[in-house]
């Protein structure tokens, strides 16, 4: 299991990733904008050519820690622009996980695949507190 945290933007997360490259080295993996998602991912019909270009997904190194970034079309509420990502080895885990997690939670994104994981939910707890599961392999 990997723990990576992942913060949420309203628009501005590509000019937030050259400042944490400049501010921490950070490498950077991945950045994949919402023009570029999998259709079966996201429906970019009846967004606007600004939010076609939002971060839709991007992975940056800061020392030897993974971080996942991403903007929302959503306006998010006050204390949730940052999850905990959870990466399990199977998607039989990502779904436990879920399961429990869920009562009394709300969905932000239901079980689905995605571009770039096999299994992948996003919810905020009966807490408050804002998780993304995942796999990255298939299992």
Same mark, same amino acid.
């Given at each position: 299991?990997?723990?990576? @945290?992942?913060? +949420?933007?309203?628009?501005?997360?590509?000019?937030? $990733?050259? *400042?944490?490259?400049?501010? #921490? &080295? /950070?490498?950077? $993996? =991945? $950045? =994949? +904008?919402?023009?570029?998602?999998? @259709?079966?991912?996201?429906?970019?019909? /009846? *967004?606007?050519?600004?939010?076609? &270009?939002?971060?839709? +997904?991007?992975? =940056? #190194? !800061?020392?030897?820690?993974? #971080?996942?970034?991403?903007?929302?079309?959503?306006? !998010?509420?006050?204390?949730?622009?940052?999850?905990?990502?959870?990466? #399990?080895?199977?998607?039989?885990?990502?779904?436990?996980?879920? &399961? !429990? $997690?869920?009562?009394?939670?709300? %969905?932000? +994104? @239901?079980?689905?695949?995605?571009?770039?994981?096999?299994?992948?939910?996003?919810? %905020?707890?009966?807490?408050?507190?804002?998780?993304? *599961? =995942?796999?990255?392999?298939?299992?």
């Amino acid at each position: 299991m990997i723990v990576t @945290p992942n913060y +949420h933007f309203n628009g501005n997360c590509e000019e937030a $990733l050259k *400042l944490y490259q400049k501010a #921490f &080295n /950070g490498k950077l $993996l =991945m $950045l =994949m +904008h919402y023009r570029d998602a999998n @259709p079966k991912d996201m429906c970019i019909e /009846g *967004l606007s050519d600004r939010e076609k &270009n939002y971060v839709y +997904h991007a992975e =940056m #190194f !800061i020392g030897i820690q993974r #971080f996942m970034f991403s903007d929302t079309t959503d306006e !998010i509420t006050k204390g949730q622009s940052i999850s905990i990502a959870i990466t #399990f080895d199977c998607s039989s885990d990502v779904k436990n996980a879920y &399961n !429990i $997690l869920i009562d009394g939670g709300r %969905v932000i +994104h @239901p079980l689905q695949e995605t571009t770039y994981s096999s299994c992948f939910a996003s919810l %905020v707890d009966k807490f408050g507190m804002r998780w993304e *599961l =995942m796999t990255e392999n298939k299992c």
